[in-house]
């Protein structure tokens, strides 16, 4: 099975990289041409933009599994530290993706959004409301906003994963969809990419969102 990885030199996008080549799948990284990121030795590596319609449009074949890992930046956690991406990344990469998928066969995505978006907003106490609306912060969820409604109007077969707090951290598969998103929900990086890579083989012909959590 081939697997596209869209920001594959980021937190959660390492992980898929590293585990889906250990578990034999044909994966190709794709980073920004001025990242120095290095996958492990067999990952097939594409440089470019996927902001850019014509490198995404170039990069996506037929019969393929895409797991975008991008996300906005940031330059620390506080919520208002200085955002070091497009404000709309997000939304921008994913109508790139639906364009390039219309003109190829059994295109499969699966997507990074977070708890919190859309209708799981309900399911987070009211500190995460408000915490998820502060600074830059706020910026991130309006994007995943755009984002996941672009995605639920596109007919693609696609699951968006929405994960609670990341932390670092080796693999624990104590990943899990859960119905809550507290001040106390957290979940490994690692953790997301390993649910994500025993989850995608049932995923034919699903569409839906996943919160989970560690």
Not at 39 to 55: A, Q
């Amino acid at each position: 099975m081939k697997i596209l990885v869209l920001g594959a030199s980021g937190g959660i996008g390492k992980w898929v990289v590293k585990l889906a080549h250990q578990k034999g799948f044909k994966v190709t990284a794709v980073i920004r041409s001025s990242s120095s990121y290095q996958p492990p030795e067999g990952v097939n590596i594409i440089r470019g933009e996927v902001t850019d319609p014509g490198f995404v449009h170039s990069i996506v074949d037929d019969e393929i599994t895409i797991i975008s890992c991008v996300g906005i930046r940031r330059a620390g956690k506080s919520p208002w530290a200085k955002i070091q991406s497009p404000p709309n990344l997000v939304e921008t990469v994913n109508s790139n993706i639906v364009e390039a998928s219309k003109t190829k066969k059994n295109v499969r995505l699966i997507w990074i959004s977070a708890a919190g978006v859309g209708e799981s907003r309900q399911n987070c106490t009211p500190i995460i409301k408000k915490m998820i609306t502060l600074g830059n912060i706020g910026v991130s969820y309006q994007d995943l906003e755009k984002a996941e409604k672009l995605i639920h109007d596109s007919g693609l077969n696609v699951v968006t994963v929405r994960p609670v707090t990341l932390i670092p951290g080796n693999p624990t598969s104590k990943a899990m969809q859960v119905g809550k998103y507290t001040l106390f929900s957290i979940i490994r990086r690692s953790d997301v990419a390993e649910w994500i890579l025993k989850s995608f083989q049932g995923m034919e012909n699903q569409r839906g969102h996943a919160i989970i959590s560690g």
